[in-house]
């Protein structure tokens, strides 16, 4: 039978963290051992208050629908988390939509927001699914370039310089996944007056926003007139190990919500209703676990990112959020993905190769560092016994 699939599925990308790890899972049941520092996920177990309340949720008979864009108070929850977090701006329940796991909240922004052809501005690398779903729907990605001699943030006159009659949104993401970048006040002073020179919508994925090590956290929001224009991504995976809960929330005006959460009705329905009184324990019981989790992760990241400039050919910036390190491989003479598949071949090392998260990632690989400084330390050893395999330029 010739099973033919519509022509917009040619648009719909993959996310290579994934591809790679299905790659790594082939070798390890051939028997080869491999290290994992490729997936974005991390390797503690949800804390167990969290747990507990989501058991007492299915003993109590939290079994049924809720409304599609999230119990009332979750919602109010959400809101009063925002305004300790985000001051000055404030939010009301009615202005946040929880989905299960923030790329519904892409997607579903994307599609409230976009029209084929308009024009969304994204940092160049970047994360994968964004620009995925952009193609998906017909809309244009325009890429800006993060260089690492700016710590992988915009250049903001080559973002003015790129904003046309047809742009209409601009995604930010900060702490960045793949580089560890990170936007300050100053950065989004400046992106802000773009934004309301030209009417623009921002989409701005603050996922790792509890997972910073030096500095605080800023939002574009908390600049006079943002919140009007901004849609936010936030959640529980990253900050509370519930990836397989699969919990987020999308936070915006109100007639954007609206529209999102009607893609929710119409896709998913609601989200797992005990997963929800679980997300209300996790904002408001104690946060000490989390601490603790973003206090070895940057431990693994002073490790990691000191071992790998140590190796030839690699020069590595310290990165002050998130769990990614992003390292220039140019030195070593190879390109991102064959250096990938030869680390992971012959290191037995899986990282993806920056080019998975746009052109201007050849030259880098990406490693994520939710894993055991004992099995970072081994993977360092492994890297560096293969690199001496390679040719490497003086």
Known sequence: MDYRLADWMSRLGTEGAFVVLARAKELEAQGKEIIHLQIGEPDFDTPKNIV???????????????????????????ADYMKDTRKPATWDPSEIMIAPGGKPVIVSAIMACLNPGDEVLLPNPTYPAYNSFINFIG??????????????????????????SKSRMIFLNSPSNPTGGFLTMEDYEEIAHVVKKHNLIVFSDEIYSRMIYDGEHASITQIPGMKDHTIILDGFSKTYAMTGWR????????????????????????????????????????????????????IRRDIFTEGLNKLPGFKCAKPK???????????????????????????GVACLPGTDFGSEGEGYLRFSYANSVENIKKALSKIEASLKRLPIKA
Not at 66 to 76: A, K, V
Request: hydrophobic content about 35%; glycine content about 8%; aromatic content about 8%.
């Open 247 to 298: 919990l987020g929330y999308g936070v915006g005006p109100k007639p954007i919500i609206d529209a999102m959460t009607k893609i929710m009705l119409n896709t998913v329905s609601c989200v797992n209703t005990a997963t929800q009184v679980a997300g209300i324990e996790a904002l408001t019981g104690p946060q000490d676990e989390v601490d603790k989790m973003v206090e070895q992760f940057r």
């Open 321 to 347: 959020g998130a769990f990614y390190l992003f390292p220039n491989i140019k030195e070593t003479g190879m390109k991102s993905r064959d250096l990938m598949e030869h680390i992971l071949t012959d290191a």
């Open 52 to 78: 507990e309340k989501a058991k007492w949720a299915l003993d109590n008979g939290y079994h049924h629908y809720t409304p599609s864009q999230g119990t009332m108070e979750l919602r109010q929850t959400v």
């Open 139 to 164: 809309a244009k990605p325009v890429y800006v370039p993060v260089k690492e001699e700016k710590g992988f943030r915009f250049d903001v006159e080559d973002l003015k310089s790129r904003v046309t």
